[in-house]
């Protein structure tokens, strides 16, 4: 099978590379040359049909994981973040349908949900965005699921929660909390958590969600389909935090800083469907994940 993997230099793009490469023949599309070894790189930019057109040409399966991916961001820049998000997934969408395509698995996010009405989290909670990176995310899910009923290609939507990897960028001022947390720790440094510590996530390890989506490239008759894919462990910020600091055998406390304005209280992933259709279960725990991290 011939796999398109976007955003093949990212944390997640290139998880999922290393993932397929030994069992198909697996090609990237980055802005960056990737630096996972025995696939082809594709130096190029989904905002540009011609770059799109020669990386779709002959896969059979194309995963979109090329996204502008910061919520602070897409509240400074909103346009970037949709010529990206929106634009840069219909150029994917559109080609591949061009190109015969069988298969197009689209890497949504669990901010396309907004404020939680209740936890755990399903597929049929109602899609509310609070933040620009959130309603891109969330047109680009519904044009792909449109393609997928008016193209002769199956798509398949995989909304990931809170994903962490030691390949987060750590000197981005936009990288997550448990990114944050453990670079503080390292350097011997309280982490500090804005607002309470009591507002939860479902973290989930990068690895994890290229598993997922492992599975879903190579799942025939599940078309439409908009799967979650988290943990469906709910950890606080405050358990977090303080985790971290054992793990790394110090003796802190976590300092306090005022809440992120918008932040969302409790997110945590229902994982009955994607359970039963794909028999999926997570493979690292947080505390091995954070050991990695900290290592």
């Not at 597929?123 to 933040?131: D, F, Q, R």
């Not at 939860?200 to 439409?224: C, L, M, N, Q």
């Not at 809440?259 to 945590?268: A, E, T, W, Y």
């Amino acid at each position: 099978m011939k796999v398109l993997v976007t955003g093949s230099s990212g944390q997640l793009g290139s998880y999922v590379c290393e993932r397929l490469r030994d069992r198909h023949d697996v090609r990237g599309l980055d802005l960056k040359e990737p630096t996972i070894a025995g696939m082809e790189a594709i130096v190029g930019d989904i905002r540009k049909r011609e770059d799109v057109r020669g990386a779709v040409a002959g896969a059979d399966v194309v995963v979109h994981c090329a996204a502008q991916v910061s919520v602070e961001r897409s509240m400074i820049d909103p346009i970037g973040d949709a010529e990206t998000n929106i634009l840069g997934t219909i150029n994917m969408l559109h080609e591949s349908a061009e190109a015969d395509v069988a298969r197009f698995v689209y890497v949504s996010s669990a901010a396309v949900l907004g404020n939680p009405k209740y936890v755990p989290l399903d597929e049929l909670h109602s899609t509310e965005p609070t933040s620009n990176y959130g309603a891109s995310k969330l047109a680009g899910e519904r044009f792909a699921l449109a393609y997928g009923h008016s193209h002769d290609v199956e798509v398949v939507a995989v909304r990931p929660f809170n994903f962490y990897s030691p390949r987060a960028d750590p000197s981005s001022p936009y990288s997550g909390v448990i990114t944050r947390f453990t670079e503080r720790v390292k350097k011997g440094r309280a982490p500090i958590i804005e607002g309470d510590g009591k507002q939860t996530r479902d973290f989930i390890h990068a690895s994890d969600v290229a598993a997922f989506i492992d599975i879903v490239a190579e799942k025939a008759g599940i078309s439409g389909e908009v799967l979650n894919c988290g943990s469906g462990v709910s950890t606080s910020v405050l358990e977090l935090a303080k985790l971290v600091i054992r793990l790394k055998r110090l003796d802190l406390e976590p300092e306090y800083a005022p809440p992120r304005k918008g932040d969302i209280r409790d997110s945590l992933a229902d994982m009955t469907k994607s359970t039963r259709i794909l028999g999926f279960s997570t493979a690292t725990t947080l505390e091995k994940g954070l050991s990695e991290m900290l290592r």
